[in-house]
């Protein structure tokens, strides 16, 4: 209590960050700095200190002072958060400790606290082949992301048609498919290739002479692709 009242008069406010915590602190609306774990004694006097807390449990960095402080104290931010965009004809996918955390569009970007990591960014280049690699297929299926791609299962005895913007790209064979769907449409189209049987029983048909015959028809087709 006597602490609280001598920084009071003494014109400070004291601080405890804890270990999963981290302060964005500015004073008569200059940046101070970014305050780490540990006890902080700073300059409050009337009113004057503005503080914007941080959870590491969130490692996503979102701030109003964001663009401001890359644009002016591009020493702190470089120190303290790990920045990642993505080119015009990129889609990254971002890993926090070798596990999958986010996916960005083309021409996003997204800031983490560096200690919340360790990150990684793998970058892949959309402007030519949509196609998903395999090994990032098995990370992506099941997760939120999958609205950035479109996915289909091709079975045995059945092919994929692929559409790229409404034209006809190729054709598929049966298994997983996964492709980006971020800057182009991408539909696939799944054909029976088995043979499919017909029976037509009971039908009637009256002959040029007027007799009434009783035709039962059976007829077999296949899709064929060449």
Known sequence: MVI??????RGVQRLIVKENQRV???YKGKFHGVLTPGEHVLRADRGRLEIEWHDLARPE???IFDKALFRDHAEVAEEY???IRAGADEVVVVS??????????PEERAVYWTEAGPWTAERFDVAGDLAVPEKVQKR???VAKLALVTSVDVAEGHVGLLFVDGKFVGELEAGAHMFWAVTRKV???????RRQSLDVTG???LTRDRVTLRVNLAAGARWWMR
């Not at 609280?4 to 008069?9: A, K, S």
């Not at 926090?96 to 569009?105: P, T, Y």
């Open 203 to 205: 039908q009637e048909i």
């Open 81 to 83: 958060l790990t920045e």
């Open 140 to 142: 992506l299926t099941g």
């Open 61 to 63: 960095f979102v701030s």
């Open 24 to 26: 964005i602190a500015l």
């Open 187 to 193: 539909v696939v189209k799944v054909i029976d290739l």
């Open 4 to 9: 609280e009242i001598l920084d009071r008069v």
């Open 96 to 105: 926090r400790d070798k596990r999958l955390h986010a996916v960005l569009k």
